[in-house]
């Protein structure tokens, strides 16, 4: 199973993102995520909506986030390893600057893929069109109350893996994970063969056991992003947050390199 963290660029600021993109490559992650911080996001929890907003007190702008990923020292890692970032990012930012010249800045600066949560399936063509010409993946996501008709339409444009939303609900950390989520991935997989990712809620190694063998991976945001808000909110050290994030990836690197 793959692992991919999600951080917030710009929090506390640009320096640390590029800091924590390096420490979670170090730790062997699979891919990263990385959020475009917005005023109003549609499904994100109050970890990550008050990450968003410290960020964007800091008159954080689109272009300084993709200077900081285009400049990130990747040669300083042992041999090289780069892990596939993939933006999490508001289509009211990419329209603002407008698709083509986004994904072209996107692709420059080293981004893979991008998840844009409120782009509709029905209204992606163009979008997923534009994403291709540059050489990105556009993930699309599904949610428990997504409809099999418009699963298959989402399947039209998406590319790269699936975001499977774990929960009817916000991103957050969570005990437990919805037994019916078992059920939709069995039948996503019957009807796709683009990889499967599970994200919000998940937050712990043994929620990696509960979907062994249904999922190709697991996404963790809102536990990584309260370790980083703690620098601000609680004092803690950067160095502190990277080590304690850093481990907590290695954890979860670990628990998804285990066979089923």
């Not at 997989?189 to 697991?218: M, W």
Request: with cysteine.
């Amino acid at each position: 199973m793959a692992f991919m963290p999600f951080i917030t660029a710009g929090d506390p600021d640009l320096d640390f993102t590029r800091d924590l993109i390096l420490e979670l490559a170090r730790r062997d992650v699979d891919l990263v995520e990385i959020g475009f911080p917005y005023s109003d996001p549609i499904a994100d929890g109050p970890v990550i909506q008050a990450s968003y907003t410290r960020a964007l007190n800091k008159k954080l702008h689109v272009d300084q986030l993709f200077d900081t990923v285009s400049q990130i020292p990747w040669k300083t890692l042992p041999g090289g390893q780069r892990p596939p970032l993939v933006a999490m990012v508001a289509y009211a930012i990419v329209f603002r600057m407008g698709p083509a010249v986004f994904f072209q800045k996107a692709k420059t600066s080293g981004f893979s893929g991008l998840i844009i949560p409120d782009l509709p399936a029905d209204e992606a063509d163009e979008t997923a069109r534009l994403a291709r010409e540059q050489g990105l993946d556009l993930v699309q996501l599904i949610a428990p109350t997504t409809t099999a008709e418009r699963t298959q339409r989402i399947f039209e444009t998406a590319t790269g893996f699936l975001y499977c939303i774990s929960v009817a609900g916000t991103t957050g950390v969570r005990s437990s994970l919805p037994t019916e989520l078992s059920d939709q991935l069995r039948w996503l997989k019957s009807q796709t063969k683009l990889p499967l990712a599970v994200g919000f809620g998940i937050s712990r190694p043994e929620h990696v056991d509960t979907l062994r063998g249904l999922a190709d991976g697991v996404i963790v945001g809102s536990g990584i992003v309260k370790e980083v808000g703690a620098i601000t909110d609680s004092g803690v050290t950067r160095e502190a947050a990277l080590a304690k994030i850093g481990d907590m990836a290695g954890s979860m690197v670990k628990a998804t390199r285990v066979k089923a």
